[in-house]
């Protein structure tokens, strides 16, 4: 398999450079005591810059669709590194005590060994569904912590990054949406996708990078599930008033293919199941 790099198309530009952010106007004193950012910015970065090691297992997969491939290669995978990039620069700007590339080489050892093919969906066209989980997920998430923070560099490199994610969001939708023309799976098979999708998404990658994070950053102190479970928690509290759960639950149902009028329905019950979950 090429690398992915040759798939781009020449001259391409990004929409932001994260090289032209003046991480020398970051006010440190604002964030610099939040454990909870610094926790989540650097298990952030290190999931991020990992696009660049999985997207050729994603262009294989799409092999027979120039469309995809092209716009993966060209901005897709640049984008989510950049994003890590952008996280790692911000991390290393406010807690320059912390050694990124050892937790980055640590987390690239674990979860490297994870990212292979077989772990991808089936079929294009339910990998297209996966990806649209995995995008709602980010979207949200920096949707809610763009809310959550006050450092204004910060604000900005989320502003940027959450736009980025829902424009992702709308092109594995639109390319879903072209599969399904010709090729289309059941409600059901769509549900189910969706679903596993969920109940992975801030467990592997996540868990894994925290992990690694915490270890580098308590040298001597050995982790404990209950240290993961403490920071999901707190993530979930401080999450409750940030969190656009409209939006999420909108941005998936919207995926299966079903009569609007149901959709519409199944959004109420979906949207209240969500807020109590998220009281777990
Ligand atoms: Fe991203
Ligand atoms: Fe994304």
């Known amino acids: 398999m090429p690398p992915a790099t040759q798939h781009r198309i020449p001259g391409a530009e990004l929409r932001w450079n994260y090289e032209e952010i003046d991480f020398d106007a970051i006010d440190c004193e604002a964030i610099r005591n939040d454990q909870l950012m610094f926790y989540m910015l650097a298990s952030a970065s290190l999931v991020e810059i990992m696009a660049e090691l999985y997207a050729s ?54 979860y490297g060994a994870l990212c292979t093919e077989e772990q991808l969906e089936p079929s294009p066209a339910l990998e297209l569904i996966a990806r649209c989980v995995v995008e709602t997920g980010t979207t949200t998430m920096y949707h809610a912590v763009h809310d959550y923070v006050r450092e204004p560099v910060l604000r900005q490199l989320f502003a940027n990054i959450k736009t980025d994610e829902a424009n992702h969001y709308s092109h594995f939708r639109q390319y879903y949406e072209s599969y399904a023309q010709s090729r289309a799976h059941s409600a059901w098979a769509v549900a189910r996708t969706i679903w596993r999708r969920m109940t992975d998404i801030h467990t592997e990658d996540s868990y894994i990078a925290f992990k690694h994070v915490f270890a580098v950053r308590n040298p001597g102190q050995p982790f404990r599930q209950e240290d993961w479970r403490n920071f999901s928690r707190t993530v979930k509290d401080k999450a409750r008033s940030h969190y656009p759960y409209a939006v999420a639950v909108k941005m998936l149902v919207r995926l299966i293919p079903l009569p609007q009028i149901f959709l519409q329905i199944l959004q109420w019950p979906l949207l209240g199941i969500a807020r109590l979950a998220s009281r777990k």
């Not at 669709?65 to 897709?76: D, I, K, M």
């Not at 406010?94 to 980055?104: G, I, L, R």
């Open 57 to 110: 297992n994603l262009i294989e997969k799409f092999r027979d669709t120039p469309e995809v491939v092209g716009w993966l290669g060209t901005y897709w995978q640049r984008e989510e590194a950049q994003h890590g990039y952008a996280l790692k620069a911000y991390v290393e700007h406010v807690w320059p005590e912390f050694d990124w590339q050892a937790a980055n080489t640590r987390f690239r050892a674990e």
